[in-house]
């Protein structure tokens, strides 16, 4: 949702998105008089500065100086180390003049100075905007792309994954123009492509000096209206095991987790070793065999039950075996200890807990709890902690007690669950339009100590958890039984790929790249498999106002967002497209595109969605 407010305001492109600090030094002294196209004396003028950027990737390519009656324009390279020093002749002797820094995979960045200023200042305008507030947060994807290059990418309704590249590799150029007059020059050297339904040409097929040249030309050509490196764009990839029953595993497209699977299976050898602290799982289970490598029964009974198993399906079923469900990670280690046979104790749950730990679990799932302290158990779980292995454990299910919604009863979250050394997981359901919100039946924790963690974990009156059960079969369940050992899949997907975190810098990667839920006046979230183990953090995102229309037509306006994911803007009334593009580990990037209308009014809610 986006609101927006009648605000008189002057509007300024955000250093602070860009995180740049540009110092110059400005020098003027005077020259001999000589004839000029506008007459008069001139000045030598010496600008000298240096470009400091947060992000690697937005340290400027080149500076390009102009003033406003003066038709000349000047390229100044930027070196490696973001410093610059030029000469500029010029008929003004305290300008002010125009610093256009071209950054790569963005729209040119217009700064003004004159002598008598130390700081470079934002070429600002003032006008009566809208006051523009919006959220950002994840979507799932819907990539269809009809153009190749990053101006189609700006464009496209959806989530795709642009591959960035080294500077001295870029071999292509996109831009818009007037005409396609200033192509021509370089049909030569290169090749020329018009895209009529995006109005783009694209030159490609140069070579890195050739590239580099054609450029700069095109940046000082007045008929260029917009110019870019042409980004490759690919579509964000899946992976789609083979397994028969895995189309009905709605919940893994709703955390992300076959775009995750593209990244990273598992790790086969050494496997992650995952504990199982439940009812005892069948190890002979068709589908459990391969990952299932010990069953260890505390309590009297040795014979296998339903919850474990179920419950061992979610977190390492074999997958892309043409057999049965997928499991969340697909390589692990699983040892399943039996510690409850109908119900259990706090003596047996410790026992689990101290032995799965001296056998090397790295995670230790426990979709079980009770109302009472737990304080065996809660020695075990201090000590495996301190040993670095991260305990997930299902936050509990409503039962006649009173845990909604802001209730305070120190119950509200089960028992070990309750445990701050413990992650405490919540059941997602989904509403009759497919989306994620808090399950009515699962425990939220009281206010001071909220369950601010969640995952699917069935929906009731419709679809459930599919997995797998005893005698070799398959069966839906529900609850947050459900919803913990898919975050304990995840968290070995992540320890597959770095190994090295801690259980509170896992918590924290689950949280802040989580998909932000509706709530009252705690800020839960569902897990995102994908942000997760690339990183894909929403604070990072760049977000962009592109005028369509009117006068101020091709400015960009940026913002950014805050620790809360909210952005907000001043912006002329007008046609835009708001285009949000999250960083990924590595080198890529999703992009998210919305075209947004700003009248002239003096109230305005505009409905789109970044999640």
């Given at each position: 949702?986006?609101?927006?407010?009648?605000?008189?305001?002057?509007?300024?492109?955000?250093?602070?998105?860009?995180?740049?600090?540009?110092?110059?030094?400005?020098?003027?002294?005077?020259?001999?008089?000589?004839?000029?196209?506008?007459?008069?004396?001139?000045?030598?003028?010496?600008?000298?500065?240096?470009?400091?950027?947060?992000?690697?990737?937005?340290?400027?390519?080149?500076?390009?100086?102009?003033?406003?009656?003066?038709?000349?324009?000047?390229?100044?390279?930027?070196?490696?180390?973001?410093?610059?020093?030029?000469?500029?002749?010029?008929?003004?002797?305290?300008?002010?003049?125009?610093?256009?820094?071209?950054?790569?995979?963005?729209?040119?960045?217009?700064?003004?100075?004159?002598?008598?200023?130390?700081?470079?200042?934002?070429?600002?305008?003032?006008?009566?905007?809208?006051?523009?507030?919006?959220?950002?947060?994840?979507?799932l994807p819907q990539a269809s792309l009809s153009v190749a290059g990053a101006g189609e990418?700006?464009?496209?309704?959806?989530?795709?994954?642009?591959?960035?590249?080294?500077?001295?590799?870029?071999?292509?150029?996109?831009?818009?123009?007037?005409?396609?007059?200033?192509?021509?020059?370089?049909?030569?050297?290169?090749?020329?492509?018009?895209?009529?339904?995006?109005?783009?040409?694209?030159?490609?097929?140069?070579?890195?000096?050739?590239?580099?040249?054609?450029?700069?030309?095109?940046?000082?050509?007045?008929?260029?209206?917009?110019?870019?490196?042409?980004?490759?764009?690919?579509?964000?990839?899946?992976?789609?095991?083979?397994?028969?029953?895995?189309?009905?595993?709605?919940?893994?497209?709703?955390?992300?987790?076959?775009?995750?699977?593209?990244?990273?299976?598992?790790?086969?050898?050494?496997?992650?070793?995952?504990?199982?602290?439940?009812?005892?799982?069948?190890?002979?289970?068709?589908?459990?065999?391969?990952?299932?490598?010990?069953?260890?029964?505390?309590?009297?009974?040795?014979?296998?039950?339903?919850?474990?198993?179920?419950?061992?399906?979610?977190?390492?079923?074999?997958?892309?075996?043409?057999?049965?469900?997928?499991?969340?990670?697909?390589?692990a280690d699983l040892r399943s200890y039996g510690v409850l046979n109908g119900g259990g104790?706090?003596?047996?749950?410790?026992?689990?807990?101290?032995?799965?730990?001296?056998?090397?679990?790295?995670?230790?799932?426990?979709?079980?709890?009770?109302?009472?302290?737990?304080?065996?158990?809660?020695?075990?779980?201090?000590?495996?902690?301190?040993?670095?292995?991260?305990?997930?454990?299902?936050?509990?299910?409503?039962?006649?007690?009173?845990?909604?919604?802001?209730?305070?009863?120190?119950?509200?979250?089960?028992?070990?669950?309750?445990?701050?050394?413990?992650?405490?997981?919540?059941?997602?359901?989904?509403?009759?339009?497919?989306?994620?919100?808090?399950?009515?039946?699962?425990?939220?924790?009281?206010?001071?100590?909220?369950?601010?963690?969640?995952?699917?974990?069935?929906?009731?009156?419709?679809?459930?958890?599919?997995?797998?059960?005893?005698?070799?079969?398959?069966?839906?369940?529900?609850?947050?039984s459900m919803a913990a050992p898919l975050v304990s899949g995840i968290v070995g997907l992540?320890?597959?790929?770095?190994?090295?975190?801690?259980?509170?810098?896992?918590?924290?990667?689950?949280?802040?790249?989580?998909?932000?839920?509706?709530?009252?006046?705690?800020?839960?979230?569902?897990?995102?498999?994908?942000?997760?183990?690339?990183?894909?953090?929403?604070?990072?995102?760049?977000?962009?106002?592109?005028?369509?229309?009117?006068?101020?037509?091709?400015?960009?306006?940026?913002?950014?967002?805050?620790?809360?994911?909210?952005?907000?803007?001043?912006?002329?009334?007008?046609?835009?497209?708001?285009?949000?593009?999250?960083?990924?580990?590595?080198?890529?990037?999703?992009?998210?595109?919305?075209?947004?209308?700003?009248?002239?009014?003096?109230?305005?809610?505009?409905?789109?969605?970044?999640?």
């Amino acid at each position: 949702m986006v609101t927006a407010n009648k605000d008189n305001e002057v509007i300024q492109m955000r250093t602070r998105w860009l995180g740049i600090l540009l110092l110059i030094v400005v020098t003027t002294s005077g020259c001999w008089p000589h004839l000029s196209f506008v007459g008069g004396a001139t000045y030598s003028v010496k600008l000298m500065g240096v470009v400091h950027g947060a992000l690697e990737d937005v340290l400027p390519t080149s500076l390009v100086i102009y003033s406003g009656d003066e038709l000349r324009r000047q390229v100044v390279p930027v070196g490696s180390d973001g410093r610059f020093s030029v000469n500029w002749t010029t008929t003004r002797r305290h300008g002010p003049w125009t610093l256009e820094f071209q950054i790569p995979q963005h729209h040119p960045i217009q700064m003004a100075v004159s002598a008598d200023e130390s700081l470079l200042q934002l070429d600002f305008q003032t006008y009566a905007g809208l006051l523009v507030s919006g959220t950002l947060d994840y979507q799932l994807p819907q990539a269809s792309l009809s153009v190749a290059g990053a101006g189609e990418a700006f464009r496209t309704s959806g989530l795709v994954e642009t591959q960035q590249w080294p500077l001295d590799e870029r071999r292509s150029i996109v831009l818009k123009a007037s005409s396609g007059e200033p192509l021509r020059p370089w049909e030569k050297h290169g090749t020329v492509r018009y895209y009529p339904h995006a109005n783009l040409w694209s030159l490609s097929d140069l070579s890195e000096n050739e590239a580099q040249e054609a450029y700069m030309a095109l940046s000082q050509d007045p008929e260029v209206q917009w110019l870019d490196w042409n980004a490759p764009v690919f579509a964000s990839a899946m992976r789609q095991p083979n397994d028969p029953l895995f189309q009905e595993q709605w919940h893994y497209d709703l955390i992300y987790l076959p775009h995750a699977w593209h990244i990273t299976t598992g790790r086969p050898q050494p496997p992650v070793r995952i504990g199982i602290l439940d009812t005892l799982a069948d190890g002979g289970h068709p589908d459990l065999q391969a990952n299932l490598l010990r069953v260890n029964s505390l309590t009297s009974s040795t014979q296998p039950q339903h919850h474990g198993t179920h419950v061992a399906g979610i977190i390492g079923a074999t997958t892309n075996n043409n057999r049965g469900v997928a499991g969340t990670i697909w390589s692990a280690d699983l040892r399943s200890y039996g510690v409850l046979n109908g119900g259990g104790t706090d003596a047996i749950l410790a026992e689990g807990l101290a032995l799965a730990a001296s056998e090397g679990a790295q995670i230790m799932n426990l979709s079980l709890g009770g109302r009472s302290d737990l304080p065996a158990s809660l020695t075990s779980i201090q000590n495996a902690h301190a040993q670095g292995v991260t305990i997930i454990a299902a936050a509990g299910n409503v039962s006649g007690s009173n845990c909604g919604l802001g209730a305070s009863e120190p119950y509200c979250t089960l028992f070990p669950a309750a445990y701050g050394e413990v992650i405490a997981v919540g059941a997602v359901e989904v509403d009759g339009q497919g989306r994620p919100q808090v399950a009515s039946y699962s425990l939220l924790g009281p206010d001071n100590e909220p369950v601010l963690l969640f995952a699917p974990g069935g929906t009731r009156g419709g679809p459930s958890i599919l997995s797998t059960t005893t005698a070799g079969g398959y069966t839906e369940d529900l609850g947050t039984s459900m919803a913990a050992p898919l975050v304990s899949g995840i968290v070995g997907l992540l320890l597959s790929v770095e190994g090295g975190l801690t259980p509170t810098a896992i918590w924290e990667r689950l949280y802040k790249t989580g998909i932000g839920l509706p709530f009252d006046h705690h800020p839960r979230r569902m897990v995102n498999a994908y942000a997760a183990v690339t990183q894909s953090y929403l604070h990072r995102a760049w977000i962009g106002f592109e005028a369509l229309t009117g006068a101020h037509a091709g400015l960009i306006y940026w913002a950014e967002a805050g620790p809360d994911r909210t952005f907000d803007g001043s912006l002329p009334p007008g046609e835009y497209a708001l285009t949000a593009r999250i960083p990924v580990t590595g080198s890529s990037h999703w992009i998210f595109s919305e075209r947004v209308s700003i009248p002239d009014t003096d109230s305005i809610a505009i409905e789109f969605r970044l999640e």
